[in-house]
């Protein structure tokens, strides 16, 4: 299956200020996460954000929030029983793919990966754009996703994919943003 940019969505979740202090390499999962927005945006893809009981863990990081087009708030684990799934496919309709990632994995983003993938979508996590309290956690849960047919990717595979070839209008502003990652 390759990335179709027409028909993706990118769901960023719960990189929540109160929590990454405690996720491992958070910075650099942010930065990853951030890129993918980047990318997301150059390309005309949206980009939602989840946060896990916002009133109890406050709200995303502001760098994350502000690249969101949409946030929502939940209190399940997974979003889609919050409503995920259908607030996407109204803001595109004919969704076909996500894009996640997310924090904890082995928690909110696995869950909703697996509860999107049950709701007939694609689903593709960007490991790299992953973190959780413990690095085994996180080993784990990309295991176990991968078991159950979610594809890992990696960042610079999303951008490559969504643009397709070298002659899409957008891909000197996506190179940039390529090349000017660390």
């Known amino acids: 299956m390759l990335l179709d940019r027409h028909h993706a ?8 200020a109160r929590l ?17 927005a980047e990318v997301a945006r150059a ?16 709200p995303n990081d502001a760098r994350v929030a502000a690249a969101c ?29 996500l894009v996640m990632a997310g924090c904890e994995a082995h928690v909110c983003l696995m869950q ?9 979508l694609q689903v593709v996590v960007v490991a790299e754009a992953c973190g959780s309290r413990r690095a085994e956690d996180k080993a784990l849960a990309l295991q176990r996703m991968a078991a159950a047919g979610i594809v890992l990717a990696s960042a610079d595979m999303v951008a490559f994919e969504w643009l397709r070839a070298c002659t899409d ?6 190179l940039a943003l390529i090349k000017a990652r660390p």
Do not use: C
Not at 44 to 58: H, I, S, Y
Not at 169 to 174: D, G, H, K, L
């Open 9 to 16: 969505a990118l769901v960023l979740v719960d990189y929540q």
């Open 20 to 36: 990454m202090p405690v996720i491992q390499d958070a910075d650099r999962i942010v930065r990853h996460a951030l890129f993918l």
């Open 43 to 58: 390309l005309g893809v949206p980009v939602w954000g989840t946060e896990q009981n916002p009133e109890a863990l406050g």
């Open 69 to 97: 087009d949409e946030t929502l708030p939940k209190m399940h684990f997974s979003a889609v029983p919050d409503g995920l799934l259908e607030a996407v496919r109204a803001r595109r309709p004919g969704v076909r793919q």
């Open 112 to 120: 909703t990966a697996l509860e999107a993938q049950a709701g007939g």
């Open 169 to 174: 209008p957008a891909f000197r502003e996506v």
